[in-house]
């Protein structure tokens, strides 16, 4: 059973970092066969993918967040982390994290999901 | 960066109602198109990958087609639990995107 939890503040001040954790159970993160997104939805709006990481810490981030964004990975607490700096109010937003799968021709999806982190940018 | 546009942005349908949702992208993106369904308070469930292959127990009312740059959903019979927003997704390029989902509501 497969199951991914994220955590980290609630709230974050205006000009500060958000850093939030996905740790998960069921699967390795260690494998090659899978990558790890972070995708975020403000309240009423849409989904908006902000990156992915694979086992060899390679990554690959959207250009509209790219300057600010970064994230890792930890094999040995089988968890990714991502790191967001000089936040505003716009990146207010319920925060998942999801498990790529990559298993053939044009297959590249996420399969699994977190039940998301809230995080509000507030001072 | 790769657009993704989805049609209509919301509808209304009633239980046994033929639903078909669209997602165009901005360019070629082969087959590399998911489909998700979210439902209130809940995280996004993986129902179609690869343009058309149903996700291992999503029931078969579900189908996905299309390549290239048009894509449709299609519920062949609405049933209550349906209700919920649709999101595509394209994984042609290494930077994702998604539509901006279509909210299917009861009439």
């Known amino acids: 059973q497969v199951q991914l939890q994220e955590s980290g503040p609630g709230l974050v001040k205006p000009a500060q970092t958000l850093s939030l954790t996905c740790s998960v159970s069921g699967a390795s993160i260690s494998s090659g066969r899978y990558h790890w997104s972070w995708i975020r939805q403000p309240a009423g709006k849409g989904l908006e993918w902000i990156g992915r990481i694979y086992n060899t810490g390679s990554t690959n981030y959207s250009p509209s967040l790219k300057s600010r964004v970064s994230m890792s990975i930890d094999t040995s607490k089988n968890q990714v982390s991502l790191n967001l700096s000089s936040v505003t109010a716009a990146d207010t937003a319920m925060y998942f994290c999801?498990?790529?799968?990559?298993?053939?021709?044009?297959?590249?999806?996420?399969?699994?999901w977190g039940q998301g982190t809230l995080v509000t940018a507030s001072s | 960066d790769i657009q993704m546009t989805q049609s209509p942005s919301s509808l209304s349908a009633s239980v046994g109602d033929r639903v078909t949702i669209t997602c165009r992208a901005s360019?070629?993106?082969?087959?590399?198109l998911n489909w998700y369904q979210q439902k209130p308070g809940k995280a996004p469930k993986l129902l179609i990958y690869?343009?058309?292959r149903l996700q291992s127990g999503v029931p078969s009312r579900f189908s996905g087609s299309g390549s290239g740059t048009d894509f449709t959903l299609t519920i062949s019979s609405l049933q209550p639990e349906d209700f919920a927003t649709y999101h595509c997704q394209q994984t042609y390029s290494t930077q994702c995107s998604f539509g901006q989902g279509t909210k299917v509501e009861i009439k």
């Open positions: 999801a498990r790529g799968t990559v298993s053939g021709k044009d297959e590249d999806y996420l399969d699994y």
């Open positions: 690869a343009a058309s």
């Open positions: 360019q070629s993106i082969s087959r590399y």
